[in-house]
């Protein structure tokens, strides 16, 4: 037997393949078509203080090998999260973590205090790629003080595993995971949706109603897989992997660069299905190779050989 | 909601650029209801990368029939699946027509180009339900018009080659004089400017009418909040067309 579970700060995941956020629902919605507790996890689409519509349509578009989506953050809020998911979620065996977005730091605070309240979820991911609405929509993700302010603020009120999910729209991802980190941060999720648009030439207008939006699936993974080399090389806390993964080799390529566990996003809408193909495969490839715990992957990419990105001029 | 490889039969073109594509899915057969899609991966690459949506076209037995255009890389693929070979497919999806209300008697069935699609499935539920059926039909020209499997055919062209020089929506304002057809209930599938001249139309004759939308979709099952549709009454609130829809009352929605 393959040991494919680790831990967080303490808190157990049976395995390194958890269902991203945003791309699994509330984790309730296709239990007709995978059985969800063979995940390591699922990550909570990002809940806000109120509820949220969301953007007008349109708000996906498929690129090549990828997809662009705007879709505003649509979500039942917290409080019908509390009522309605939870309660579902804690009849199964999974290892939960909900995903919290804002508009403020505040929000950010209320949404988590709120949930502590009611207890379930096991951990916390919180996405700051959200327009901070006092400082006229700038990204909270891409502001390194902010970011690591709302660390500080959040850390204070949870003794739960928190991890934070940067966005690659910065120049240097690895600055914003060791902000991160010094604020108490126990992992970060990296990456989120990578800046992106599409245009229709005939009536030239872009494709998506809010003209750029998130770019993520296959397209996307050797930007991911690089970002998540420079955050693990620069960190001691988890990294988790997002970006582009559909299939075990997908996942032991992120775990080679330093991954401590991934999470599977686009490929859910082609195969409810997909996280748990990759965690299983995963497993299976180890026997094959005489690997006896996935963890012994971690960071083992062998650079020997290569040219560090300091020396190297593209 | 299954999620099955079911083995292809035959991939028929029925008009130009037009294919009927049946598949081999008992379940499936079983338990899809008029109005209701199913969402098949058209290619094992990364190019189309996302699932493509399909209304039920009909159903024979243990046999599950599409009706598509070529229009893109995976109607392209789809075109030339093979007999015995199998396709991925998720379904059945979406709630359907309401078709069996008692407070009806005759459906108008209305459909506009490849809009026909999920209409041969709903007249055989109709006529199971005894209710009188009448189809309204719109193409660009007679050569697309797709007519089997339906039940009192009457026919619009854009361009006069048959039937009424119009829209189908021209059609039904012939068809369904003021007044008349108290008892009658609108279903209309189709490109959206008709289903929004539809909805005009059967707001100004107070009929009720029942539309199936076409969109994006990303998971085409409820995970993604990839496909809103801004219902009436509340500025931007929305259902999502994949699992609230595909079929929604145009009372309810704004088009
Ligand atoms: C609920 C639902 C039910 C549907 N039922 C049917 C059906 O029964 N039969 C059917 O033929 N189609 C149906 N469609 C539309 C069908 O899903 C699309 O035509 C298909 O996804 C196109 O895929 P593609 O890869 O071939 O085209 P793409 O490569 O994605 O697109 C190629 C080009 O075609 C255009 N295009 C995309 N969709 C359409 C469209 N619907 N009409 C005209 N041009 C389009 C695109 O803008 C693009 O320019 C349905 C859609 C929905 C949401
Ligand atoms: C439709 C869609 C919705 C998403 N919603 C969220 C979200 O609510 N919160 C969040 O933190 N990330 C969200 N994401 C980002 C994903 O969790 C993930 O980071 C990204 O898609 C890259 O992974 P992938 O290539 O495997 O999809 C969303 C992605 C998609 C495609
Ligand atoms: S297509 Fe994903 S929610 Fe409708």
């Known amino acids: 037997m393959v040991r494919t579970e680790f831990h967080i700060a303490g808190v157990h995941f049976k395995n390194r393949v958890l269902a991203a956020s945003g791309t699994f629902g509330y984790g309730d919605e296709c239990t007709d078509l995978v059985d969800v507790q063979r995940l390591g996890g699922i990550v909570t ?5 109120k509820p949220r519509d969301g953007n007008p349509p349109p708000r996906i578009v498929e690129t090549s090998g990828g997809m662009l989506n705007s879709i505003g953050l649509a979500n039942i809020g917290v409080h019908r999260f509390i009522a309605e998911k939870l309660p579902r979620l804690r009849a199964l065996d999974i290892t939960v973590v ?22 379930g979820a096991h951990a916390y991911e919180i996405n700051v790629s959200c327009p901070n609405v006092k400082e006229g929509g700038l990204n909270f993700g891409t502001d390194c003080a902010m970011t690591a302010g709302i660390t500080r603020r959040l850390r204070a009120r949870t003794r739960k595993p928190l991890i934070l999910k940067l966005t690659p ?4 991802i690895s600055t914003f995971a060791r902000a991160v980190q010094d604020e108490g941060a126990d992992a970060v999720s990296v990456i989120n949706t990578l800046i992106g648009m599409a ?9 998506l109603s809010t003209v750029t939006g998130g770019l993520s699936g296959p397209a996307i993974k050797p930007v991911a897989l690089a970002k998540v080399y420079e955050t693990a ?12 993964i559909s299939t075990p080799s997908d996942a032991i390529e992120f775990f080679l660069a330093g991954a401590t566990a991934v999470q599977v996003g686009t490929a859910n809408f082609i195969d409810p299905a997909a996280g748990v193909h990759v965690a299983e495969g995963i497993a299976t490839w180890c026997t094959t190779q005489g690997i006896d715990d996935v963890g012994k992957l971690v960071g083992t990419l062998d650079t ?3 040219v560090s990105v300091l020396e190297s001029w593209l | 909601m299954l999620h099955i490889l079911a083995r292809v039969l035959h991939v028929t073109s029925v008009a130009p650029n037009v294919y009927v594509l049946a598949f081999h899915a008992p379940d499936l057969a079983a338990a899809v209801r008029p109005g209701q899609f199913v969402n098949i991966l058209t290619g094992d690459s990364l190019q189309p990368l996302l699932r493509r949506p399909f209304s039920v076209y009909r159903t024979e037995g ?30 059945p999806l979406g709630a359907g027509f309401h078709l069996d209300d008692p407070r009806y008697q005759t459906a108008v069935l209305i459909g ?3 809009g026909v699609a999920p209409l041969p499935i709903a007249t055989a539920a109709l006529q199971k339900a005894g209710k009188r059926v009448v189809t309204l039909l719109g193409a660009r020209t007679a050569g697309q018009l797709v007519e089997t499997h339906l039940e009192n055919v009457h026919v619009a062209t854009d361009d006069g080659t048959r039937g009424l020089h119009g829209t189908v929506v021209d059609l039904a304002a012939q068809y369904l004089p003021v007044g008349a057809h108290e008892d009658a209930r609108l279903f209309g599938c189709g490109p959206t400017p008709m289903l929004r001249a539809l909805a005009e139309f059967a707001r100004t004759r107070a009929l009720e009418c029942e539309v199936s939308l076409e969109g994006q979709m990303a998971c085409g099952i409820g995970i993604c909040q990839g496909c809103p549709v801004e219902l009436t009454g509340q500025l931007r609130t929305y259902a999502l067309m994949c699992k609230d829809g595909p079929v929604f009352n145009t009372r309810d929605i704004v088009i």
């Not at chain 1, 505040?106 to 988590?112: F, H, P, S, T």
């Not at chain 1, 729209?169 to 240097?172: C, H, L, T």
């Not at chain 1, 245009?199 to 494709?207: E, N, S, V």
């Open chain 2, 62 to 91: 243990d046999a599950v029939e599409v009706i598509f255009q070529r229009v893109g890389k995976g109607t392209a693929a789809l075109s030339l699946a093979q007999p015995g070979g199998f396709l991925d497919i998720i379904g």
């Open chain 1, 233 to 244: 090389r620069s960190v001691h806390i988890p990294v988790i992997g997002i970006g582009g």
């Open chain 1, 45 to 49: 689409k990002s809940l806000s203080l």
């Open chain 1, 304 to 306: 020997q050989g290569g």
């Open chain 1, 169 to 172: 729209n910065v120049a240097q």
């Open chain 2, 112 to 114: 506009g180009g490849l």
């Open chain 1, 199 to 207: 245009i229709d030439i005939r009536t030239r207008k872009p494709l």
């Open chain 1, 98 to 119: 909900a995903n919290i977005a804002a508009s403020s730091v505040d929000e950010y605070c209320a949404v988590l205090d709120l949930l502590e309240e009611a207890g």
